[in-house]
Structure formats: structure tokens, C-alpha cells
Nanobody
Framework: QVQLVETGGGLVQPGDSLRLSCATS????????MGWFRQAPGKERELIAA????????YYTDAVKDRFTISRDIPKSTVYLQMNNLKPEDTAVYYC????????????WGQGTQVTVSS
């Protein structure tokens, strides 16, 4: 069983930075591909960033490329999403998610954390 707990959301102004954290339980962190999804009001949930089990392979959707950075700390079993130059359109509920390497879909989800970007 994999449990994910996100922290770090909040209300910020355009141009500000925020870092989300996702702590995992269990001893399987090194076997997991980790992803960050977000869901804005009235929109579908979308994958915005992912990092492979080794920490070197990453993926970003175009909307966040060059502004967001995903990373993982293996000893702490934690994945981070550093978000810089935040924009109002980044407002959404952000979810941490995980899948084992052999799985094609993300099967484990955190509870979500709200990020609001507003002046």
C-alpha cells in the first residue's frame, strides 16, 4: 500500500514561487514513478510533471516547462514540485500521484492541495 501526503499549497500573488511536497509511506519509493497532476475548476485533471524512479528522467507539460521543477529525495521518500513565476492560470488543486514502473496508469493519489494565484 502506498500512501501520499501533499503539503505546501496556498494563496500567492502572480510572479511568486511555491514548493509542494509529497511524502510517501512504505519502502517502495525507489520503485515508483512520481507525478504531479492538477485540476482547475471546470477542467479535467492533467499530468503536469513526472519524474522516473531514478530521478533523472523528467516530463513537463508545455504550460509549466521552464517554470516548474520536479525532483525527488530518495532518503526522505519525498517528491517536490518547485513552482516559480506563478500565473493566475496555475490556480488549481494539485495532486501527487504514483505508479509502479510496470504499470501504465497512476494508481495512488494524495488528497490534493489547493494553489491559488491571485492579486
Amino acid at each position: 500500500q502506498v500512501q501520499l501526503v501533499e503539503t505546501g499549497g496556498g494563496l500567492v500573488q502572480p510572479g511568486d514561487s511555491l514548493r509542494l511536497s509529497c511524502a510517501t509511506s512504505g519502502r517502495v519509493f525507489s520503485l515508483l514513478t512520481m507525478g504531479w497532476f492538477r485540476q482547475a475548476p471546470g477542467k479535467e485533471r492533467e499530468l503536469i510533471a513526472a519524474v522516473g524512479w531514478g530521478g533523472r528522467n523528467t516530463y513537463y507539460t508545455d504550460a509549466v516547462k521552464d517554470r516548474f521543477t520536479i525532483s525527488r529525495d530518495i532518503p526522505k521518500s519525498t517528491v517536490y514540485l518547485q513552482m516559480n513565476n506563478l500565473k493566475p492560470e496555475d490556480t488549481a488543486v494539485y495532486y501527487c500521484s504514483a505508479r509502479f514502473r510496470q504499470d501504465s496508469e497512476y494508481n495512488y493519489w494524495g488528497q490534493g492541495t489547493q494553489v491559488t494565484v491571485s492579486s
